[in-house]
């Protein structure tokens, strides 16, 4: 048992270290400009290890070749894993500002609109973590109040408010799950990509057209295509090999 779980520590070491080789290998290519080769090495990365300066890089090497469409798809992977990461945020907010496609989404309720800005720049992990602190707290508190630290009446008042942020922090990370497992999203990559009525590729049936860059949310597969609904509520279908799902 011991020698099994040595194997798996040293596994796990000559991975990491073999990972890191390939990124310093990245990162060379990237500081004397050979931008393919290093999204070579980004990309291989990519397959096996979710970092979200592994994407930065990634995107700033996709950028730097013109690829403004899998740069956002780049740059959208990082901020999955590090919404509050500065760079991330710029350099997808940079990229965002030059691609053609501005769409706007409706405007929601001013509650609302607040609520989705904090959300989207918290991670599962970090609402695991809150909820944990909170259900720290609240064990303290049955501690103090078991050592006669407090007052029935403060005891029961502080409970009752822990257990009501404890509701709603529950809620917030059930909604930030279905949002990051049950939905899938996307980036067009090619230069421009027709929406279909249905999935059947007829010169008759585009209904409109969107670039590189687009961003849209994958609510049906078949066959080799995609369903997809726009941020302004347009839907269609579209070819998946000339997309990115993030």
């Known amino acids: ?61 996709y950028y730097k070749i013109g690829q403004l469409g899998n740069a956002i798809w780049a740059y959208e992977k990082g901020y999955l894993l590090a919404p509050r990461d500065n760079d991330i945020n710029y350099n997808l907010n940079f990229v ?13 309720f001013f509650i609302i609109s607040i609520y989705r800005s904090i959300i989207n720049k918290l991670t599962l992990i970090d609402l695991i973590t809150i909820l944990g ?6 064990s303290v508190l049955f ?33 930030k799950y279905w ?15 027709d929406v279909r009525s249905s999935p059947i590729s ?6 409109f057209v969107i670039h590189e860059g687009a961003k849209f949310e994958i609510i049906n597969n078949q066959q080799g295509w995609y369903e997809i609904s726009l941020l302004d509520g347009k839907k269609g279908w579209i070819f998946s090999k000339e997309v990115r799902k993030i």
Do not use: C
């Open 202 to 207: 007829r010169g008759e049936n585009i209904v």
């Open 1 to 61: 048992m011991k020698f099994f779980i040595y194997l798996i520590f040293i596994n796990s070491i000559l991975l990491s270290q073999s990972a890191d080789s390939l990124f310093q290998l990245a990162n060379r290519y990237y500081v004397n400009e050979q931008f393919d080769k290093a999204i070579d090495e980004y990309e291989e990365l990519a397959k096996k290890y979710e970092n979200e300066d592994l994407y930065l890089n990634l995107g700033n090497s």
């Open 133 to 138: 602190l909170l259900i720290l707290t609240i």
């Open 96 to 108: 965002r500002d030059q691609i053609k496609d501005r769409i706007i989404p409706p405007e929601d």
């Open 179 to 193: 949002d990051v497992s049950d939905r899938e999203h996307g980036i067009v990559t090619s230069i421009s990509l």
């Open 143 to 175: 501690f103090l109040q078991w050592k006669r630290r407090f007052s029935n009446k403060l005891y029961s008042t502080f409970n009752a408010i822990l257990l009501i942020v404890i509701f709603i922090i529950s809620g917030i990370m059930l909604d």
